[in-house]
């Protein structure tokens, strides 16, 4: 559920139409609803209701620091992935100890950055990485409490360039391995072993994966903890999948996931953090294009839209389906035609849907991209020397921007010609 709807024949988010935003801010644009947002942390929040737990955005989704404090005002930790995320995160007043550190190859800058901040935890992926945060937290006279995220070697049954928890994966250590590497870590100066982490893909749409996967991080902590280590945490990773359209078979709900968790894994006794990103993300947040052009080409209809792949790169990245809908809503019964949706890039992979059954739109209509919060704004770029387009957040009645658009200017002036020129 979300807080985009029509009413007047009008789409709102939340309380506020949005063309008056166009209006205010120009198209193309992100838009957040902070209805949507709460109540997506709330399910998760909830779903683990009872058990010791914290929820850790994963803020690589939508890291804009306006949706990391609405969040962190809820009771959030953050999921961090990058010394950049990390500050960022700090900046949106998050403290320290509600942030994890997670990412294959963090570098002992971050490292340091992280220590000397104060983090949770690191989330450790090998074991050269492993020696090198215990040199680093050693230097520093600190200690970092650590997991090890193990590879279950499980199928997340999702697009091979997000499932992460396959042997052939670049992410973690076997979990085979797993019990050679604890040794290790509780040798080393510097580390505390605090518990156990896992992750194994984004976009998951069915459980039994997860379920797979946490089996194994049930045997691993009994194991460990055999081993002598004392196994207290356990984060799970995020993943969980969302409805793109609406046809779509549901992906499970937070709810049903949170008690899968306490299935497997209550018995332990273990603190738990999970870390979802899209689930929060994704359909809090839409993005609003103009219709520059239509035009006829050879048995196909184009709809040439102001947005564009470095505004919105899923579908040219992932093959993903965004629904797109007009802003003023089409008569019942409107008859649809397919087009091909297109962004200005030159590359034919600027294309957001191809043969798409449309109503009829003209030039200068608004259309909107649902499920556009999570992954879109954050993997955007200036290809094409084009603005990186504004962020929005709703609340209620009220909208601000909360990224502005830059000048042609400064995106100009960014460059800097050397002496020789
Ligand atoms: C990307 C990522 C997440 C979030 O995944 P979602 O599918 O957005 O929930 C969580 N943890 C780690 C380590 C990640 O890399």
Not at 73 to 85: I, P, R
Request: net charge negative.
């Amino acid at each position: 559920m979300d807080h985009f709807l029509y009413r007047d024949g009008v789409l709102h988010a939340e309380d506020v139409a949005l063309p008056e935003i166009a209006a205010e801010v120009g198209t193309p644009f992100y838009c957040y609803s902070t209805a949507t947002l709460t109540r997506h942390f709330r399910l998760f929040d909830e779903a683990l209701e009872g058990v010791d737990h914290l929820v850790c955005y994963a803020m690589k989704a939508a890291s804009n620091q306006a949706i990391l404090r609405t969040l962190a005002a809820l009771g959030a930790g953050m999921d961090v992935v990058s010394g950049g995320e990390y500050l960022r995160a700090r900046a949106a007043g998050v403290p320290g100890e509600r942030i994890v550190f997670s990412g294959v190859g963090k570098t002992r800058d971050e490292m340091r950055l992280a220590l000397e901040g104060g983090v949770r935890q690191v989330n450790v992926e090998s074991e050269p990485e492993l020696r090198a945060l215990s040199e680093v937290a050693a230097s520093l006279g600190v200690v970092a409490p650590i997991t090890v995220r193990v590879n279950p070697d499980v199928d997340a049954r999702t697009h091979a360039k997000i499932a992460t928890g396959k042997s052939e994966n670049k992410f973690g250590i076997p979990i085979s391995r797993a019990r050679e590497v604890y040794a290790e870590a509780a040798a080393l100066p510097g580390i505390e072993v605090v518990g156990i982490d896992v992750h194994i893909g984004s976009q998951l749409t069915d459980l039994e994966p997860f379920r797979q996967a946490y089996r194994k991080v049930a045997d691993l902590t009994g194991a460990l903890r055999a081993d002598g280590h004392d196994i207290r945490r356990l984060d799970l990773g995020g993943g969980l999948g969302i409805p793109y359209t609406r046809s779509n078979e549901a992906p499970p709900l937070p709810v049903e996931y949170g008690a899968m968790i306490r299935e497997e894994l209550g018995h332990l006794g273990c603190e738990i953090e999970i870390e979802p990103g899209r689930l929060i993300a994704g359909n809090a947040g839409i993005l609003v294009s103009r219709v520059i052009y239509l035009k006829q080409g050879e048995g196909r209809d184009f709809l040439i839209l102001d947005a564009a792949m470095n505004d919105l790169i899923r579908p040219a990245m992932y093959d993903a389906h965004h629904d797109m809908v007009p802003v003023i809503e089409p008569a019942p019964g409107t008859e649809q035609a397919p087009h091909d949706v297109v962004g200005p890039v030159c590359e034919s992979g600027d294309t957001f849907a191809r043969g798409r059954m449309l109503p009829p739109l003209a030039e200068g209509d608004l259309v909107a991209f649902r499920s556009a919060g999570a992954y879109g704004a954050v993997m955007s770029s200036e290809y094409n020397t084009r603005p990186l387009i504004p962020e929005v957040l709703v609340h209620g009645r009220d909208f601000a921007v909360i990224r502005a658009r830059p000048t042609f200017d400064e995106m100009i002036n960014r460059d800097t010609i050397p002496e020789w020129l």
